[in-house]
């Protein structure tokens, strides 16, 4: 199979908005993958059309790619010696390496034509936005094996691994997925919750009694123990378990042979207060940004339980999984919980979990079963929105179906001190396509006159980046400030999206920075 194949199809799907469009076209190119002779085709077309290499890190990003040689003019290079060549990269290492790579991936864009080496530069660096999520991936694996989609599903979930399932279906039909099971040490996909308004909507939407418990702003970590052996692996399922020795003893400590566990890792301060996230995040090999955060001792809470000394839990209501964990984990390791089906109550356990410096709650059906790898519809997350009036102060180009549309917005608080303003971050988040073409026309007036692009932090180029006058104002939702050693005010939003532009504020009416910091020391 050629790359100029996957290419395609990966330009195609972005370019579709239907997601049954989607669906057909990727089946079609899975389908011709389980056709080949190489078994392993199918997973590496599915981990590349998911925006991931089946190597996961080669040690290759935008600064490697700033200058890339003429296209080819004819596609010649084959899916196999493409993903050979990516783990030559990743392989290289000691001295001279640097120019090794750099070598092997200008000789690899000197083979690809002009679709190749886009999809290529979008995939190294993880900006292959194609509309192609897990879900859609999913039923194109089961479009193309002719199998359902449920069952595809499930195997992907716990086995952890959609690329694996897909080889396995279209070589070996709806049979081979049964060797994907709940397994003691294999990771599976964590299930998620939905958002709800409020614990009221929560109790409605759910109905009856509701679980309500405390949401923790920690990291979340699969527990999985084998006898004396304990793996630990993070939301995106990689192994971290040399980095928490502190809840490998707690897991030790409990008296079971075997289990697998949801749990929150989560830095305490000795009032029980949580730390700020980054002194969590620290210990999980990401830039802590405040001295000691990388020596601060974690603790670990649990709030669920999949598996139990030879049983499987996951298909069993909510309830009887937390009764188990309850037998087995000693209070002072389990999450706060409440159940109830009043409202009044739900409110004060919310305030009182908000004013102890968490997050808000999860809302869970006693009934549901363990969706993993889903957004089930029996959890429901509540917590505060919090919103600001920003500036904008520079836009980035879009990729994928984003093509041609200025997309990611630089975005800044305004300080009355300089008369300037202060960058806090970025995001492309909440844009409907609407507002993609509103902005973009928006935006190049804006540019016209500004100053050089000073506030990209990436390394980009200024022709990726473009700077407009600082004057719309966006109001933005974000979920907390986090510790920033990248931005000057030294802070950062977290999981910041568009609200709505406010056309009627001018810049001089946006937020300032000192609301920002107000807002930031509060909740230290």
Known sequence: MLLVDVAQTSADVAASSARLAKIARIADLLRTAGTLDDPRLPGIVVSWLSGELPQRQIGVGWASLRSAPPAAAEPSLTVAEVDLRFSEIGSTSGKGSQARRAHLLATLFAAATDVEQTFLRRLLTGELRQGALVGVMADAVAKAADVPAAAVRRAAMLGGDLPAVAAAVLSGGAESLQQFTLRVGKPVGPMLAQTAAGVADALDRLGGPVMFEAKLDGARV?????????????????????????????????????????????????????????????????????????????????????????????????????????????????????????????????????????????????????????????????????????????????????????????????????????????????????????????????????????????????????????????????????TSTRYPGGMALRFARVVRYRDDKSAAEADTIATVRALYERAD
Do not use: C
Request: glycine residues 10%.
């Open 222 to 482: 699969q527990i999985h123990r084998a006898g004396d052996v304990v793996s630990i692996y993070t939301r995106s399922l990689d192994d971290v378990t040399a980095r928490l020795p502190e809840v490998v003893e707690a897991t030790l400590a409990l008296p079971v042979t075997d289990l697998i566990a949801d749990a929150e890792a989560i830095a305490l301060r000795p009032d029980g207060r949580p730390h700020r996230f980054q002194i969590t995040a620290s210990r999980f090999g990401r830039r802590g940004g405040e001295p000691g955060a990388d020596t601060q001792k974690l603790s670990v809470f649990f709030f669920d339980l999949l598996h139990v000394d030879g049983v499987d839990l996951l298909d069993l209501p909510a309830a009887e999984r937390i009764a188990s964990l309850d037998a087995i984990v000693p209070q002072a390791q389990r999450v706060d919980r409440l159940v109830s089906s009043d409202a009044a109550a739900a409110q004060a356990f919310l305030d009182t979990t908000l004013a102890a410096g968490h997050e808000g709650v999860m809302a869970k059906s006693p009934t549901a079963p363990y969706e993993a790898g889903r957004r089930g519809a029996g959890w429901l997350k509540v917590k505060p929105v919090h919103t600001l009036d920003l500036v904008v102060l520079a836009v980035e180009w879009g990729s994928g179906r984003r093509t041609g549309k200025l997309s990611n917005i630089h975005l800044g608080a305004r300080d009355p001190d300089t008369g300037g303003f202060v960058m806090l971050g970025k995001t492309f988040k909440g844009m409907t396509d609407e507002m993609l073409a509103w902005q973009t026309e928006r935006f190049l007036e804006l540019a016209d006159g500004a100053a050089p692009a000073t506030t990209s932090d990436d390394g980009k180029t200024d022709g990726y980046v473009v700077t407009v006058r600082p004057e719309q104002v966006v109001e933005i939702a974000f979920d907390g400030l986090q």
